[in-house]
């Protein structure tokens, strides 16, 4: 901001200006004051708003680098180790067992659970298994810890049958007791929901059955871990549905790709991105 320039001093060798330049100097001094104490207000504010920019743009320069370092770890953390967490979490109770004999079917289910204090509550999506071909995706409706009985609404079948074997929880089928995740090398599998799938190639092509009922928002996942795709593709077989509206089996030709699908009821199969 400007400031007004003093007037010219006064000079003790000039008595004859003396007294005229030094009541123009003195009477110029009252403004000149609160001028230069705006200069400085303002000087300080300038100063704590660059303090304050910086400190932000150090934080934000934290964050990204923060946001780096997660991406980082999650990109470099192994599967293997991913699953075994998901073993750890599933140590609290919320799974169980049942010999309870149900249909593989829609419709509200019931089942006494051999285990106690499960954490269930209305609302959660378990699996309820009997082996990895043959089992549902199912909603809470009720967990009655006196009695040990589940009542669940099957939302996604896979397979079909009668079975008084089941193992219940949040689990995705694929990850086995020690953390391990399931590959696919068979031709003719089924692709079933909720589901990641490690994709080897390398004895030849093959195709995976996607599920024929999944609901809105379903998902599964696809992983060329073998390198191979790109010779030896993996087809998709629609199974009545669509793959991004179009009336067309699937084919994953990219090594090392790894895709994410979402079913949409107008659409079919889309990728998630």
């Known amino acids: 901001m400007p400031v007004t320039l003093l007037p010219t001093p006064p000079d003790p060798n000039n008595p004859g200006t003396f007294a005229t330049l030094a009541y123009a100097f003195t009477v110029a001094l009252v403004a000149f004051g609160p001028e230069i104490n705006a200069l400085e207000a303002n000087v300080n504010a300038k100063e704590a708003s660059a303090v304050a920019s910086a400190a932000t743009a150090t934080t934000q320069a934290g964050i990204a680098t923060s946001q780096a370092n997660l991406a980082t770890l999650v990109a470099n953390t192994s599967l293997n180790t991913y699953y075994q967490l998901a073993d750890m979490i599933n140590a609290i109770p919320a799974s169980g067992s049942s010999t309870s004999s149900v ?11 051999a285990q106690s204090g499960r954490n269930w509550v209305p609302g959660m999506l378990l699996l309820v298994r009997y082996d990895n071909s043959n089992y549902m995706w199912a909603n809470v409706i009720s967990y009655t ?10 939302v996604t079948l896979v397979g079909s049958g009668t079975y008084a074997s089941w193992s219940i ?19 003719g599998n089924s692709a079933g929901p909720y589901q990641r799938y490690h994709l ?23 992983v060329d871990v073998g390198g191979q795709l790109a010779a030896n593709p993996v ?35 889309v990728q998630q991105a």
């Open 103 to 113: 249909a593989i079917s829609l419709g509200q289910k019931t089942f006494v659970i």
């Open 169 to 187: 929880s949040w689990r995705t089928p694929n990850i086995t007791s020690t953390g391990q995740q399931a590959t696919v090398a068979n031709n």
């Open 235 to 269: 087809t998709l077989q629609r199974n009545g549905k669509l793959f991004f509206g179009l009336a067309e089996d699937l084919i994953l030709d990219v090594s090392y790709m790894a895709i994410r699908l979402v079913f949409d009821p107008n659409k079919g199969w």
């Open 145 to 154: 810890s006196g009695t040990n009985t589940l009542v669940v609404d099957p």
């Open 200 to 222: 080897d190639s390398s004895g030849g092509a093959f195709s995976l059955l996607m599920n024929s009922a999944p609901v809105a928002d379903a998902w599964v996942e696809f």
